[in-house]
């Protein structure tokens, strides 16, 4: 028998497509699978596709500060290793003619970014997805970078390295200067005084900046939280100029002794032995390692009439360069 393409009648409701994922949002139905993850694919668990993906990790880095200032690597597992060097080829000086013995070799050390499983669990009624005018896909993207940027931005900060990133204030924290400590602990110095700045916070800042080799002020940038950078923002040198720079342009941050300043939220307030100002080179000097994959599971079932998109998303991160990255501990010594 034959079948014949009959155009839809005058008036008739055009249901808009947009691929084969809107159509798994929607209905629970899907013509394409995209990519099989860890979860079984009967259960619904396939890949984003690219394009959802990528809008994702643009929301991102937008709303957690330090992702954008970081080193971002995408890895295939949750085994990722990295090599690091302790130290230089050690070298030593000859006369023309003279031997020249064997030197040392460098120290490599294993750099193991703790990793966890991000999730956010959104849902959305049933009907507000049978709306063909309801743009599942933005709100979806929207919905899960929001939730993801409030976690990741708090690991990379504070995180325990327990299931989840280790941030770099929970790393140890010595006062002793670059090549004496261990290997993962960084250099603060002390603000003067037992909860606040003590006498001249400017040259406070200035050591700070100063506490950083050349090599990675080339990029540096302060870490603080709005409360922190109001204090600052009032200060003034001893000339009278203040230290806070506002932007000149557009699209360019405003600066603080002439580096940009990132406001990160989860940073601590000001208070008794709290780091609650971080310069460094966060590009050299913190790691986030992550599955470029995010794996979305459709339940219509456990709470209806409502619709649960339970994503999921492997991410780690922690300090790879303890020499990068400075802190201010508000401490009299």
Do not use: H
């Amino acid at each position: 028998m034959d079948v014949v393409d009959r155009p839809a009648l005058d008036g008739a409701r055009v249901e808009r497509t947009d691929g084969g994922f809107a159509g798994f949002v929607r209905q629970g139905t899907t013509l394409e699978m995209k990519a099989f993850t860890g979860v079984t694919g009967d259960a619904g668990g396939f890949a984003v596709p690219r394009e959802i993906d990528a809008e994702i990790a643009r929301v991102l880095k937008s709303v957690s500060p330090i992702r954008a200032i970081a080193n971002v690597v995408t890895v295939g597992s949750a085994g990722y290793r990295k090599l690091i060097t302790t130290g230089g080829t050690p070298s030593g000086w000859a006369t023309e003619t003279g031997p020249r013995p064997e030197t040392a070799s460098p120290v490599f050390s294993e750099l193991v970014p703790p990793m966890g499983e991000l999730y956010a669990n959104p849902s959305a009624s049933q009907a507000m997805l049978d709306d063909a005018a309801f743009d599942v896909e933005a709100w979806l993207a929207a919905e899960i970078a929001i939730e993801f940027a409030k976690a990741e931005g708090a690991a990379f900060v504070n995180g325990n390295g327990v299931n989840r990133p280790r941030g770099f204030l929970a790393q140890p924290i010595s006062t002793a200067k670059d090549g004496s400590r261990p290997l993962g602990t960084l250099q603060y110095l002390p603000s003067g005084a037992a909860s606040d700045f003590g006498t001249a916070p400017d040259e406070r800042l200035v050591d700070l900046v100063q506490s950083l080799r050349a090599p990675y002020r080339q990029g540096a940038s302060f870490v603080m939280n709005a409360s922190t950078l109001a204090r600052i923002r009032k200060f003034k040198s001893a000339d009278g100029m203040p230290l806070w720079q506002p932007s000149l342009a557009g699209g360019q941050p405003a600066s603080l002794l002439g580096y940009p300043v990132v406001e990160a939220e989860d940073m601590p307030d000001i208070g008794a032995n709290a780091s609650a100002i971080a310069f460094g080179n966060f590009r050299a000097g913190y790691l986030i390692a992550e599955r470029a994959e995010t794996a979305i599971l459709r339940d219509p079932y456990s709470n209806k009439p409502f619709v649960g998109f339970y994503a999921t998303k492997r991410i780690g991160g922690c300090v790879a360069d303890s020499e990068a990255i400075k802190l201010m501990k508000f401490a009299t010594a």
